[in-house]
């Protein structure tokens, strides 16, 4: 590129940009406004986005960051298709069990294809067709790669969309150990790239989800417009998220027990109403509710001082949907809504939450008739549940496995990295032959980071009133040159020669050099708010002094030509 190529591509007469005062519709997030606002983003239908040069040039800068992190770390960038073919998610077991639903269409051969929303079947088909020996392993492959899910609910911009670019990565190894190496290793990749995007975050236990695997950890940053409830402890030695979170559970001291009896509780259907009416703590009753799992019911029980996990549920029973039965569904399997209870019942199977057995004993439990209850229920006399596990919510105050209290906190999720173990690679026969010759299934990790909704945590996390604040490492251009009087030749002049000589020293310029009003032009360098902004007017050149503001200071400074070229030689 040319002097006079290379001024014109950064001048932003000749650039492809405008601001805009109205905000978007449907506005959820700050970051999605001043997306919109700074033209970073123009959007084409729900959740589905183009990025202008403004905000291209920010995901540029991500994806080199991620590149240049995976790369140290020894992992290889492979590029896969968007489209693949339903089979291999048959083979999988995925087809119909993802959520959200995939989206799918049907070629001119009447062969059915996927739009892929992640690339664990692709990726794990790769594999197959290529590794035969323990010698071809270990390896981690990656792409950048545009995803689609089809989101009941895009909301945020680019925080919850249907259609995003996404880096993911996967590690391949021969056992346990070397899949926590992997494991570890991208953790530390991680956490370089988000130090380098300047976004501090908080690793968490997490849910799996439709990507599946034994365990996962979230990459959380910390936002109060963040969708994500998680937990830390004060102590700082256990987060995770709400959907996984365990904690203690209090233990009550148990009582004598009591003879069963029914007593008349009209219109008391729930455990406050209860509470109130009766005057006993919570953990005296037992909270039933009856799920819809994959179109068979099944039946919760826990201590009236704790909420039921939906997701644990569901991640215990293996299923997709899981929700609360109607009405209708109650009634047509024996029983009466308000007034549920698990006594005296075999018509369906009951999963119990084990504060139960720590409870004191002697509980409160609907009757299954109207308007009735029982007192006096004993978990182990009257009820000898077979199914006890932790389907409890943690929340806010509960005492952490640490020692500490939990606190809750909201935050983005910027990435999430998953142990897949066997998972895929036992269905899709992936298997090495090791050193003995026998067969043996090749065991996955999986690591993902989507780089828009990292665009969006970064400005959720820096903007402050009306501008972006992105840092240095991500934003589109390093400097703002405003130019002021660009008609005078002398303005336009000393403009060119700054603009190539900081361009030099390997930063991005941004030359306004637009004959527009003077307000104008700093109100768009305040809303890009860029990392530096120069200011050269023909009182710059009457004084001899440039001013320049430091957004990281808030300062602004005045210094002699010279000096302007020594303080950006010292970055």
Request: aromatic content about 10%.
């Amino acid at each position: 590129m040319n002097i006079r190529q290379l001024l014109g591509s950064k001048k932003l007469s000749n650039f492809f940009w405008k601001t805009y005062r109205e905000d978007p519709q449907n506005i959820e997030a700050e970051s999605h406004r001043l997306l919109h606002r700074t033209g970073f983003i123009s959007q084409v239908s729900s959740g589905i986005f183009s990025f202008l040069p403004m905000g291209w040039r920010s995901m540029e800068k991500i994806k080199n960051i991620i590149r240049e992190e995976m790369n140290k770390s020894g992992s290889l960038e492979i590029n896969m298709p968007v489209v693949q073919p339903a089979e291999l998610w048959e083979i999988s077991g995925r087809l119909e069990t993802f959520i959200p639903p995939l989206a799918s269409f049907m070629d001119r051969r009447e062969n059915k294809f996927i739009i892929a929303p992640t690339h664990e079947e692709t990726v794990t088909d790769i594999v197959v067709k290529h590794v035969n020996s323990y010698r071809d392993l270990p390896f981690i492959l990656y792409h950048i790669q545009t995803k689609y899910r089809e989101e009941p609910r895009p909301r945020g911009g680019l925080l919850r969309v249907r259609e995003f670019e996404m880096k993911d990565a996967y590690s391949f190894d021969m056992n346990e150990e070397g899949m926590d190496v992997s494991y570890k290793k991208m953790i530390q990749v991680y956490k370089n790239i988000f130090s380098r995007c300047a976004t501090e975050i908080v690793i968490v236990d997490a849910d799996s989800g439709a990507i599946g695997g034994k365990e996962s950890n979230e990459f959380i940053m910390l936002a109060e417009s963040g969708e994500d409830i998680i937990l830390i402890s004060d102590k700082e030695e256990y987060s995770a998220n709400v959907e996984k979170a365990i904690f203690i559970k209090n233990e009550f001291e148990q009582e004598n027990q009591e003879n069963i009896r029914t007593i008349d509780t009209p219109n008391l259907k729930t455990i406050d109403s209860l509470q109130k009416e009766l005057s006993l703590p919570y953990q005296k009753f037992l909270k039933t509710v009856i799920y819809n799992a994959d179109d068979k019911l099944v039946g919760c029980v826990i201590r009236g001082d704790y909420k039921i996990n939906e997701t644990k549920v569901r991640n215990y029973l293996k299923v997709t949907e899981l929700t609360p039965a109607n009405d209708t569904e109650l009634n047509n399997a024996g029983f009466t809504p308000g007034f549920i209870s698990p006594y005296d019942t075999k018509k369906i199977k009951f999963i119990y939450d084990d504060s139960v057995l720590k409870g004191p004993g002697n509980f409160v439990a609907g009757a299954n008739v109207i308007d009735k209850h029982i007192l006096g229920i004993n978990i182990s006399k009257d009820l000898n549940p077979e199914i006890v596990l932790d389907i409890a919510e943690a929340e806010e105050g509960f005492s952490a496995i640490d020692g500490g209290i939990l606190r809750t906190n909201r935050g983005i999720e910027v990435g999430h990295v998953f142990k897949l173990g066997d998972a895929y690679s036992k269905k899709m026969s992936a298997t090495y032959s090791n050193q003995k010759g026998e067969e043996k299934n090749l065991l996955m990790g999986c690591y993902g980071i989507g780089v828009g909704r990292l665009l969006a945590a970064c400005i959720e996390a820096n903007y402050s009133n009306n501008s972006m604040n992105l840092p240095l490492s991500i934003a589109p251009f390093s400097v703002y040159l405003l130019a002021l009087q660009i008609k005078d030749e002398e303005v336009k002049n000393l403009s060119d020669k700054f603009f190539f000589e900081i361009d030099k020293l390997g930063f991005d310029v941004l030359y306004d050099d637009r004959d527009i009003q003077t307000g104008v032009k700093f109100n768009d360098s305040d809303l890009l708010s860029l990392p530096y902004r120069i200011v050269i007017s023909k009182r710059s050149i009457e004084k001899k002094q440039i001013e320049i503001y430091v957004r990281e200071d808030k300062k602004t400074y005045d210094y002699t030509f010279d000096e302007v070229i020594k303080f950006f030689e010292n970055i």
